[in-house]
């Protein structure tokens, strides 16, 4: 019976992990994915969460797991004030934008899976200077 292992020897930020049960990394993705818990609003991840979030992983790895995240296009590390400009389209800036003020040395990771259904496409557009097809 042969397994299966992740390793991704080109990227500079990975090439030194090895996942030996990628159903391991399934659980720890259900863990952002969940009605258990509230630390994500809007798409919106406040990195300093992450302890709530993956408590059952030592937070020496939640760097790494961030940067996996990013490298399956889960998650994108964003910037506080387009955080700002985002919520405001929701009309929903109190609580996150509260922690943002209190936590402006804490990484932002945006989850697009986790947007409302009335996601701001032209500031996700501006934010990653991608162009918008109006066709």
């Not at 701001?120 to 991608?130: A, N, S, V």
Request: hydrophobic fraction near 40%; charged fraction near 20%; include cysteine.
């Amino acid at each position: 019976n042969t397994g299966s292992i992740l390793y991704f020897h080109n990227d500079i930020e990975l090439r030194d992990s090895i996942i030996l049960d990628p159903q391991w990394l399934t659980h720890m993705l259900a863990t952002l994915f969940t009605t258990k818990h509230r630390w994500i609003k809007n798409g919106i991840l406040i990195q300093t969460h992450l302890h709530q979030i993956w408590k059952e992983y030592p937070i020496e790895i939640h760097q790494k797991l961030l940067v996996l995240l990013e490298k399956f296009g889960i998650s994108y590390t964003i910037q506080p004030n387009f955080v700002k400009d985002f919520l405001n389209v929701f009309n929903s800036a109190s609580d996150t934008e509260d922690n943002i003020q209190t936590n402006d040395k804490a990484g932002i990771s945006l989850i697009p899976a986790l947007l409302a259904s009335k996601c701001p496409t032209e500031l996700i557009y501006k934010e990653w200077h991608l162009k918008v097809d109006t066709t």
